[in-house]
């Protein structure tokens, strides 16, 4: 049986449309463009020296500055940037930007709004050592005045909190202090000052050898470490021996009293 002409005009007219339709709303499959990223201002590279997005460098993240500074607070954002003062003790204080023109300022504002749309508060870092309380003895990795970086820390356990200071490049005691160990000023600093080691009541004076070669340490029934180095063709482990009035390293006998 034919089917009329106009039958079939009607089909292949509705296909049409179809077809038209399915370009015009295309299907999930369909390639999405990637996003573009957004163009930071130029006078931001002022910024980023000190703030990360999430997350606290020598300033405030960014999220940080946006709940502070929120899209109707503009004018307050410029004027703290051009005239800063100290509201956190913790961080150094915020150089003037006096120098960047107030509608750059206004559009590293935008842009500050901008970047952290969506991201969440940066979790608070705390306000002093997180190791500052705990059991001794302990090992602390640390930064400390008068001994080579990332020198060993091994605070005692004694009633008047005795700390080793043990040099790891010439694989010796550097000095005795007593007191608790802070090793906050270092981590708030990301690393540009010194951790607080209490009083000092011995220093070795010897002078050093740096032909050691430091191989780490190992811990002994009592949770002390036993340092181990090598000297020339020779290994040397030295442990820590501790009595009432007396400390022990190795060869090296400190008195305590």
């Not at 954002?77 to 150094?92: A, D, H, L, S, Y």
């Not at 740096?210 to 340490?217: A, M």
Request: include cysteine; glycine fraction near 4%.
């Amino acid at each position: 049986m034919k089917r009329p002409v106009s039958l079939m005009l009607a089909l292949l007219s509705a296909s049409s449309l179809r077809a038209d339709k399915e370009q015009d709303h295309p299907t999930d499959e369909s390639p999405k463009l990637p996003a573009k990223e957004v163009k930071e201002p130029e006078a931001f590279f002022n910024c980023k020296a000190c703030h990360l997005p999430n997350d606290v460098q020598v300033g405030p993240s960014l999220v940080e500055i946006r709940t502070a500074y929120p899209a109707e607070k503009l004018d307050e954002f410029v004027e703290w940037c051009i005239n800063p003062g100290k509201k956190r003790p913790e961080m150094p204080q915020m150089p003037s930007m006096a120098h960047i023109p107030k509608p750059e300022l206004a559009e590293i504002h935008a842009h500050i709004l901008k970047v952290t749309k969506g991201l969440k508060p940066p979790r608070k870092r705390p306000r002093e050592d997180p190791f500052k309380a705990t059991k001794r003895p302990r090992i602390v990795r640390t930064f400390v005045p008068d001994a080579s970086p990332a020198a060993i820390v091994v605070c005692l356990d004694t009633e008047e909190k005795h700390n080793l200071v043990w040099d790891t490049v010439g694989c010796r005691v550097a000095y005795v202090t007593l007191g608790e160990i802070d090793n906050w000023p270092y981590l708030r600093s990301n690393g540009n000052s010194l951790a607080k080691v209490g009083k000092t009541i011995f220093t070795n004076d010897s002078p050093t050898k740096v032909e050691r070669v430091y191989r780490g340490y190992r811990i002994d029934g009592n949770g002390l470490p036993v340092f181990l180095y090598s000297d020339g063709d020779q290994e040397f482990r030295d442990a820590i021996i501790l009595s009432s009035d007396r400390l022990q390293v190795g060869t090296q006998s400190i008195p305590l009293k």
